[in-house]
């Protein structure tokens, strides 16, 4: 017990040692001249361009609006990806039907539907909605697929075996087992959202993180960059990490 | 019978998409949709022969293509080695470690505007951005597979003499290489995503760059065309992929076992 404890001290010591030394070098470097501070911008003036974005009142609102483009358009995603993909996974003809267009889509860069989706849906929220749905809901769909596929012929079996009913074999077997699979996909959707919602507002867009992002940088103002870009970072982590931590939970709550 | 059960899923797909080809064609036709919206797949498979005849398409195929050999091909090396270093060597995880967190979870695109800076407009930025996206994935995968590897199978081959190389052929190989083939698969994703954003915002040509400008002019139909290109590029490289993946999935067992 005292080995392991030591060996993740080692870890936290040595990963925090490598992030001090990588700030120390950023802060160095460009006041030895090496490198222009125009380009790298200084973990100095990153934190007093967060502390200046910070006290702005834009930035509130910049916040709301990015952060409720996620919170409409990820529920939608989990309230279609989640009952289809149990369908999909259930019946058999309809998953041939619908899988090769599903995998189409999953194998290509759903960003790319950016510039059509603001065709038709204008350069507002609606557009974002849309591309943090479609971010989320296709890895949503497909693990659910998977999980329901993954779930042990037997049990089924044995349910029916004991006189269940389709409604009980699908609510006492088929769900619970293929919830891992469910929240698997979820995860994955988080980041692709995340991402999608930044990378649309910064391609087009009137308010929001992504649209400071792409102002600053279109003013070479680095430090504001790099600060907005740490704030999306820290919330992506954030929301892996939040449903990372459901997802062990209902391991050892199935065990 | 087994003949007709494998069939019929590849018989039901042609015809799902056959279908939905139809559908979206007769709802044009028949008015019930604005075709500025939409467009329609004659139109599409119209404006798709024209850009292959007058070698746009040609060229914006090599210059994403090119963009994505150079990028994914760096962060294979560089994210397998970063990867296997590593696996072997504990401290270097420890550094690594903070670091690919960060880019794993950082929305990488928005750094592009200090790449133009850097690196200037077009091809070398697109090719930073593929970097960056593919080789977090690619050195994670790699690290998890070698982490992956028994322990015990190791302390069993050196007590039988096993040389460092002998653990490296027979043993630690064999047991992680799926999972870094399947990170390499993962990473083709989304190095594919990186040049196409990438390519969204500071391009002058390729296949995102067409796709954002016909989006500026409004013109619909060539801009599904251009992604109709993405999404047959999406599915070839994650197929080929997967054919890859299959074939060293028998090292999963390892040789001899």
Not at chain 1, 121 to 147: T, Y
Not at chain 1, 220 to 243: E, I, K, M, P
Request: charged fraction near 10%; proline fraction near 5%; glycine fraction near 10%.
């Amino acid at each position: 017990m005292p080995g392991a404890l030591s060996s993740s001290n080692a870890r936290m010591l040595i990963s925090g040692l490598a992030v001090v030394v990588f700030l120390a070098v950023w802060e160095v470097a460009p006041r030895m001249g090496l490198v222009d501070v125009m380009y790298s911008s200084q973990p100095s003036r990153v934190m007093a361009a967060g502390l200046d974005v910070l006290r702005s009142s834009a930035f509130l609102h910049d916040v709301a609006v990015s952060f409720s483009e996620f919170a409409i358009g990820f529920p939608l995603a989990i309230a279609i990806g989640v009952p289809l993909g149990l369908l999909l996974g259930m019946f058999p003809v309809l998953r041939y039907v619908l899988d090769p267009p599903i995998m189409a889509i999953y194998a290509t860069p759903h960003l790319a539907l950016l510039p059509i989706l603001v065709v038709w849906l204008g350069i507002g929220m609606e557009s974002k909605i849309a591309v943090v749905f479609a971010g989320g809901v296709i890895p949503i769909l497909v693990n659910c697929m998977a999980g329901v596929r993954g779930v042990e012929r037997s049990w089924v079996l044995a349910a029916r075996s004991f006189s269940a009913g389709k409604w009980d074999v699908f609510s006492k077997v088929i769900l619970p087992a293929s919830l891992p699979g469910v929240i698997l996909g979820i995860r994955l959707g988080v980041s692709r959202a995340v991402l999608g919602v930044v990378v649309a507002e910064m391609y087009q867009s009137q308010a929001g993180v992504g649209n400071e992002i792409t102002r600053y940088g279109s003013e070479f103002r680095t430090d504001y960059l790099l600060f907005y870009v740490l704030l999306v970072s820290v919330f992506g982590f954030a929301a892996t990490w939040a449903v990372r931590a459901l997802e062990e939970k209902l391991w050892t709550a199935g065990k | 019978m087994t003949v007709n059960s494998k069939a019929s899923p590849v018989l039901l797909g042609v015809a799902s998409f056959a279908v939905i080809l139809l559908l979206w064609e007769a709802v044009v036709r028949l008015g019930w949709a604005n075709p500025f919206f939409i467009s329609e797949p004659s139109a599409i498979a119209l404006s798709l022969i024209q850009a292959a005849r007058s070698g746009e398409l040609r060229h914006n195929l090599a210059v994403s293509l090119g963009e994505f050999a150079v990028g994914y091909g760096a962060s294979v090396v560089v994210g397998v080695l970063a990867g296997a270093l590593a696996g072997r060597f504990r401290i270097v995880e420890y550094i690594l470690d903070p670091f690919l967190w960060f880019l794993y979870s950082a929305p990488l695109i928005a750094f592009y505007p200090i790449f133009v800076i850097w690196f200037g407009l077009g091809v070398p930025t697109v090719i930073a951005i593929t970097f960056l996206l593919s080789v977090t994935q690619i050195a994670a995968s790699t690290l998890s597979g070698i982490q992956n590897v028994n322990p015990g199978l190791i302390r069993a081959a050196r007590s039988f003499g096993a040389t460092e190389r002998d653990l490296l052929w027979k043993v630690v190989l064999p047991a992680s290489v799926p999972t870094m083939i399947a990170g390499l698969r993962l990473g083709i994703g989304r190095a594919l995503m990186g040049v196409v954003v990438a390519e969204l915002f500071g391009a002058t040509a390729g296949l995102g760059f067409s796709i954002a400008y016909y989006g500026g002019l409004l013109k619909t139909t060539n801009m599904l065309a251009s992604l109709i290109v993405i999404v047959v590029l999406g599915v070839v490289c994650t197929q080929a992929l997967s054919a890859v993946e299959a074939q060293f999935d028998s090292w999963r067992t390892g040789p001899g076992s």
